[in-house]
């Protein structure tokens, strides 16, 4: 039998604890909308859970099933797993279904007359369909008492060992949500409810910056010895700083400060940017800074216009821009220089000045964004496109390039 092929293999379990973390987050959103000053956390008291001033308010086991077969009959072992760990706490704790939400959400789906579909909530019956859970309760019972399935025993007796009146009060503090989204689903549904947060078509940049916040938190919080919670207040801070970095007019620089690798690094050896600034003499590490800005902006523009974020023709006017600032400076240092001057180390140190303004001191906004790394390696997509240059003479010197670039 291959890897792959084994039944015990780690990825439906793997799939299952990334779902947790991703749902928690989905659900903290309407937290944040409501206002309730709460804190989440994942494997702490349940699956996930929400906790105000230490007391939780809302516990949450979850079954995610890659491919929703997953039927909640009576005797379905995801319902009596979940009740065992919810009767097992109401026992220690009889005040736990008076003060707290217990929600199963499942990726599975429950049939027509089953207990499980009489604890959905009430707002996802349809017309005619009743939340009931004192019949819920009689069939559970029934089932657990009747049952000869060995391996649920432990469960059947941890839900018959509560008094009626305790089971009762354990069901109706129980929801069950069903046919939720999967794992990969619920990207769309974070969007979704994002799109208060983010102006239109920019929903998924919003998604991804949040997640890229959300998953260091999540694992910092669980490598200590009792998973720590996460307060609401740090995800509406970060909201709210996601809502202003995308807010319609803004951009969001995500390669200001990428490294390209070695090979990437090696490639640009014959492009005419990297040629224009050997004429000029320059090498070392000012030529490799040369090839990092290059890169870092010529990968965030391209990701800006694949985007949709900026168009082509801003992009346009930001180059005029920097040409006609290049231009009077690139005219003044020709005009100092006779056509038939030939020192070539005085026309390589005027044409390193010119460099040298770009490095420090070139600084034009493009839209919300003034950064070096985006002006200086414009320019150097400029000169790989020849239309600026450092030396005097680089259209001849560097001619002989353009066909083979």
């Known amino acids: 039998m291959s890897i792959g ?34 804190e989440v956390s994942v494997e702490r008291l349940d699956d996930v859970s929400f906790e105000q001033d230490g007391t939780p308010i809302e516990l949450l086991q979850t079954k995610h099933h890659v491919d929703r077969v997953a ?21 220690d704790d009889p005040s736990l279904p008076s003060r707290a939400n217990l929600v199963l959400v499942t990726t599975g789906g429950a049939p027509p007359g089953s207990a499980a579909a009489l604890l959905r909530p009430r707002q996802s019956y349809e017309a005619g369909t009743k939340r009931n859970p004192k019949l ?11 049952s000869d399935n060995k391996s649920l025993k432990p469960a059947f007796s941890a839900f018959l060992s509560l008094s ?49 916040w959300w998953w260091p938190r999540i694992c910092e ?41 070695d090979s990437e690094i090696a490639e640009y050896d014959g492009f005419r940017f990297v040629k224009q600034l050997h004429v000029i003499g320059l090498g070392g590490n000012r030529l490799r800074f040369a090839k990092r800005d290059y890169y870092r902006a010529f990968v965030q523009r391209s990701k800006w216009t694949r985007e949709h974020v900026v168009l082509d023709e801003e992009l346009e006017k ?26 070539d180390t005085k026309l390589k140190q005027d044409a390193q000045e010119i460099f040298f303004w770009v490095e420090t001191e070139a600084r034009l906004p493009f839209r919300s964004i003034t950064a070096k790394f985006l002006n200086v390696g414009s320019y150097h997509i400029l000169a790989n496109n020849l239309k ?7 259209l001849q010197l560097c001619a002989e390039e353009v066909a083979d670039v």
């Open 136 to 146: 819920a309760k009689e069939m559970l019972t029934a089932f657990a008492e009747t």
């Open 71 to 91: 039927s909640l009959t009576d005797g379905s072992p995801d319902i009596w797993k979940t009740l065992r760990v919810w009767a097992e706490a109401a026992a």
């Open 388 to 394: 600026i240059g450092w030396h005097r003479d680089f």
């Open 221 to 261: 919080v669980l490598m200590t010895s009792t998973p720590n919670t996460i307060p609401i207040s740090a995800l509406e801070a970060k909201l709210d700083d996601i809502r202003e970095l995308i807010k319609r007019d803004a951009l969001i620089a995500d390669f200001e400060h990428a490294e390209p690798s």
């Open 318 to 343: 930001f180059e005029q821009r920097l040409v006609e600032e290049w231009e009077p400076r690139f005219a003044a240092m020709c005009d100092s220089h006779v056509e038939s001057e030939t020192n």
């Open 164 to 212: 009626d009146a305790m089971r009762s009060s354990l069901l109706s503090a129980v929801e069950v949500l069903d046919h939720q989204p999967l794992l990969t689903d619920l990207g769309v549904e974070i969007e979704h409810a994002l799109r208060l947060v983010a102006p239109a078509g920019k929903a998924a940049l919003a998604r991804e910056m949040l997640e890229g």
């Open 5 to 38: 092929d084994n039944q015990f293999g780690a990825a439906p379990s793997a799939a299952g604890y990334l779902y947790q973390a991703r749902l928690a987050l989905f659900l903290c959103i309407p937290y944040v909308n409501s206002g309730i000053e709460v």
